[in-house]
């Protein structure tokens, strides 16, 4: 926006916005309104907006623009403007009445607490602001909302105001607190029968508790926390404030975790939450479902907050075990949702207990694990009228799923065998009277556990084995389902126990000869393959039967795949003759129809059916993938002969359908895995494939192509002949993708690219250093490392690290090899060019760009570099921290002279990658 526009051409588009019928013309208002929200014209025609205040629209868009403004581009102000603005956003916030709309009032108690937050020149801002507001009833309603969101905002990411700043927030904030109290004590005493200002009460209070700004051991017997515990046992509390009392409970839970600072609110919350459950069990009883799930969640957020206690002391002080007995209740609930809602809880006990590993321990948690898989397993019964098979997409389905994971995770405390028999005998002391929804969740929970069964299990499994295998045709099909699941979970047993398989087999044949069965018989039969590899060879000629079959199966297409890997797996332990017969068996089965599609069908497939080629791609990709034969030397690739007859069909797909990168990419992989199935017996492949790749690549720049060029470097960097035209493949790609990530934004819009591009360079430094680093693309490829390292793809920015590092490791590494000086050489020699923008890039992507946990990468380029040469790289950083801002847009100090030269100790002095990368995270949170 070149210019300020007028206020009337700003009301103009919003007129338009929120009034025109014409789409477009709302379109073209939305876009411009927009644009004026980025400009550096957006502070005064907010600011005008507000005081002219003409209507609600303009008011919101004004309030709002203003807070994003401070919120996101607070640096476009200088500092001498900071007060203006300060006393501009007070005077807007004096004339808020009671009639003043609520998200008027939410966005400039924003715009005003994220000011409050990065002016750092404003001292005492939290009790100039309760001065200012607090005795005008009319604006009290405004104070409470700002005092909620300043806390809330403290650790916002967008505001970006450093570690310095945010401690000088915290203290403030501390200091403040008890006259916080003060003021929210005085309105719950005026505000007795106000819900909606006792809800405005207690999520201020909550928000401070959150970011424990309370002083330690303050003095929490006070009016504040009674009122929230009456509220919750008050039985006609409003839903609104139950929630509101809920969440201000929940805080102060979370706030005396640390019991060391707050004992005396810790037992205080101990007593009160105690005091609830004659509540909790009014809201069961009165079907009150909202209310049973705040119960909970306090309920859940003290056992977590007190865990440690309940481990180190079990069932003493704070520790006591009615804290344990007040889940088991809330799990007993009807709704699963209830249940749920304390799953997090038991995983953190879990983890606690298998951590110290103490049997005795174990024993006193084992009654009340027990009792939460009774009451999971019965939470997992499907509605009795439920009909066909158990549906994992839907939201019960899901609820199943983490059920299951909670219970794999907490079995060890009771023993899995343990378990298991307990579900077992569930099931035979069943009478004629009960439901086949028991039956299920029985052997549900069963196959949740069946993992972890000891393999020589000799008792318990071969009764259960015999007792599904006999389950009759009549039973509901959601039984026979999970039965047959249950089967598959068992493979490690039945690997032991091979005079069960031809029973079980003839079982799952049954299986996959039926609709609705078909495809978790394929699963289980594929973990059985996949398993007792050896005992199946034997059967590898009904495997083969039935993936010639198998599209008259009802089967998806995953499922598909898997039977072909497991089929695929037995594949490599036949004898040499039958493994080729074997092998351009399953191959030719899926090379058929997919020659009939490149000759019958169009250019566009329809995702999913049998006429797209990805079907049959993906099944030949897993035919490859899984098919590792063991191969003497000399001796001929079993595979060769067969994958030299895919590949022209593979190669005429890739050419018919250059466009559809879908298609591209399920080629490329499938090439892949035949290229990692030969080995070097591919060779013949190469010419042919390297030429296709590198012309269709300067029509399409898909990724995928770069991908397979990086496998092709991988299996073959290390053969001499290979290398120029490996080389020349390299060069090929490099010009195309840079063009397109030269393009504005080309780096963050093209990240499988870039991803793609660093893993075929990062092969050369792996397999063909000495060649990469003479070839003319080393520097430009350099250079893009250098830009991308910015990126924030999670893939993306992690090859290109793992480039670098490897890049400059290769100047130090192998230094007995004949080609060490050389390389050594040429990587100093583009160091000595590049370091310093390298550097510059590193603490800038670190500080400014990546998240937190993508810093370790950067910390290991960084303590390679250093490895080449310290001096050098200590006076790269140097200047590179020099030329850091110190201080932040609205004053504040992010990094002292002192924390610069210790962060620059602390890195050039490290002897290992891990203190890099400590010091590194430390000093980033001085930026944000």
């Known amino acids: 926006m070149e210019s300020q526009p007028s206020i009337e051409t700003v009301n103009q588009a919003l007129h338009a916005l929120y009034n025109n019928p014409d789409v477009v013309g709302k379109e073209k208002a939305s876009v411009w309104l927009g644009e004026l929200q ?93 001065q200012k507001f607090g005795n005008n009833p009319q604006q ?120 060391d600072k707050n004992l005396t609110l810790a037992e205080t919350l101990f007593q009160g939450v105690l005091s609830l459950l004659d509540a909790y069990h009014m809201s069961v009883a009165e079907e009150d479902t909202d209310k049973s799930i705040n119960y909970c969640r306090i309920f859940t957020e003290m056992a977590e907050s007190y865990l440690e206690v309940i481990v180190g002391t079990p069932n003493q002080g ?3 075990f009615r804290i344990l007995e007040l889940l088991l209740t809330c799990i007993g609930h009807h709704q699963y949702e209830v249940a749920e809602i304390t799953f997090n809880l038991w995983y953190r006990l879990s983890e606690e207990l298998y951590q110290k590993n103490a049997e005795l321990l174990n024993e006193l948690f084992k009654p009340y694990v027990q009792r939460l898989i009774i009451a999971l397993c019965r939470h997992c019964q499907m509605d009795q009228d439920h009909e066909g098979i158990p549906d994992d997409t839907n939201d019960f389905g899901e609820f199943r799923v983490r059920a299951s994971e909670l219970i794999k995770d907490v079995v060890f405390i009771v023993g899995s065998s343990s378990c298991f028999a307990q579900m077992f005998d569930n099931l035979k002391t069943q009478t004629t009277s009960t439901t086949w929804d028991v039956s299920e969740a029985s052997l549900f929970v069963m196959t949740a556990v069946a993992k972890n069964i000891l393999p020589e299990e000799g008792d318990i499994v071969p009764q259960v084995v015999q007792a599904l295998l006999s389950i009759p045709q ?91 890997k497991g089929t695929a797996t037995i594949l490599a ?41 990805t079907v049959w791609l993906d099944r030949l990709a897993a035919i490859f993938r899984h098919t590792n034969p063991t191969v003497t030397n000399g ?94 493949m390299l060069q090929a790609f490099c010009g195309p993708t840079f063009k397109i990530l030269e393009e504005h934004n080309g780096l963050r819009n093209h990240p499988d690219t870039v991803d793609d591009l660093f893993r075929l360079c990062l092969r050369f430094i792996q397999r063909a250093a000495l060649p990469f680093l003479h070839c003319q693309m080393a520097k430009p490829v350099l250079c893009c490392a250098i830009a991308a390292s910015s990126l924030d793809h999670r893939d993306a920015n992690a090859s290109v690290m793992k480039f670098l590092t490897d890049f400059i490791h290769c100047g130090t590494e192998n230094q007995e090899k004949d080609d060490f000086e050389e390389r050594r050489v040429l990587v100093h020699g583009l160091l000595h060019e590049h370091g310093q923008p390298l ?55 992010t990094a002292t002279h002192k924390q610069l030269t210790d962060f620059h100790k602390a890195i050039t002095s490290a002897e290992n990658v891990k203190t890099v990368c400590h010091a590194v995270r430390e000093f980033t949170r001085l930026y944000r």
Request: hydrophobic share 40%.
């Open 474 to 564: 009549t039973a509901h099909i959601a039984v026979r389902y999970t039965s047959i699941q249950l089967l598959g979970e068992l493979c490690e047993w039945i690997e032991k126990h091979p005079q069960t398989l031809d029973t079980i087999l003839q079982f799952l044949l049954a299986g996959l000869q039926e609709e609705k069965l078909a495809t978790v018989s394929a699963n289980s039969l594929q973990s059985i393959s996949t398993t007792c590899r050896d005992q199946m060879i034997e059967h590898f000629q009904g495997l083969v039967q039935i993936a010639q079959a198998m599209d008259t199966f009802n089967l998806s297409n995953e499922a598909a795949i898997g039977l072909l």
């Open 318 to 320: 704070l520790g006591d």
């Open 573 to 613: 332990r036949l004898p040499y003759d039958k493994l080729v017969e074997g092998m351009q068996q399953l191959c030719s089965f899926q090379l058929s129809p997919l020659s009939m599609i490149l000759v019958q069908q169009p250019h566009d497939p329809k995702h999913g059916s049998k006429n797209d080629p």
């Open 140 to 259: 009290l309603p405004f104070l409470l909302e700002l005092l909620t969101v300043m806390p809330e905002e403290v650790n916002s990411r967008s505001l970006r105001l450093g570690s310095n700043r945010r401690t000088e927030i915290m203290d403030e904030l501390k200091s403040a607190a008890a006259v916080v109290l003060q003021l929210l004590a005085a309105c719950v005493e005026s505000c007795s029968s106000d819900h909606r200002s006792q809800v405005k009460i207690f999520r201020c209070l909550g928000s401070w508790f959150s970011i424990t700004a309370m002083p330690e051991n303050c003095p929490v017997n006070n009016k504040l926390i009674l009122a929230s515990f009456q509220c919750l046992l008050s039985h006609d509390c409003p839903s609104m404030l139950h929630e509101a009392a809920t969440d201000c409970i929940c805080s102060a839970l979370y706030c005396a975790e640390d019991l």
């Open 635 to 728: 001796q001929i690739h079993p595979c060769q002969a067969v994958i030299q007859e895919v590949w022209p069909v593979l190669s005429e797909a890739c050419t018919k359908y250059q466009a559809d990168v879908r298609v591209v990419e399920r080629c490329c992989r499938c090439i892949r895995f035949a290229v990692r199935c030969l080995g070097k017996s591919s060779a013949s492949l190469l010419t042919p494939l390297v030429t296709q790749m590198v012309n269709l690549y300067q029509v399409h720049q898909h990724s995928c192509f770069l991908y397979l060029g990086s496998i092709l470097v991988d299996e073959y960097g290390l053969e001499n002949g290979c290398v120029p035209g490996l080389v020349d």
């Open 38 to 130: 980025r400009s550096v014209y957006a502070w005064q025609i907010a600011d005008e907006l507000l005081r002219q205040n003409e209507s609600l629209e303009s008011c919101y868009f004004a309030a709002q623009t203003m807070r994003t403004k401070i919120q996101y581009a607070f640096h476009e102000l200088p500092a001498t403007s900071h007060q203006s603005l300060r006393d501009s956003l007070l005077d807007h916030a004096s004339k808020i009445s009671s009639i003043t709309p609520p998200v008027i009032v939410t966005q400039l108690s924003l715009a005003l607490a994220d000011l409050t937050l990065q002016m750092a020149s404003w001292k005492g801002s939290t009790l100039d602001l309760i």
């Open 839 to 893: 550097v510059h890039a590193l603490m800038h992507a670190v500080i400014f760009s990546l998240p937190t946990y993508m810093s370790a990468d950067v910390a290991e380029v960084m303590y390679e570099l250093m490895l080449v040469d310290r001096p050098t790289f200590c006076r790269w950083l140097e200047t590179t921290l020099k030329a850091l801002p110190t201080e932040s847009s609205g004053g504040s100090v």
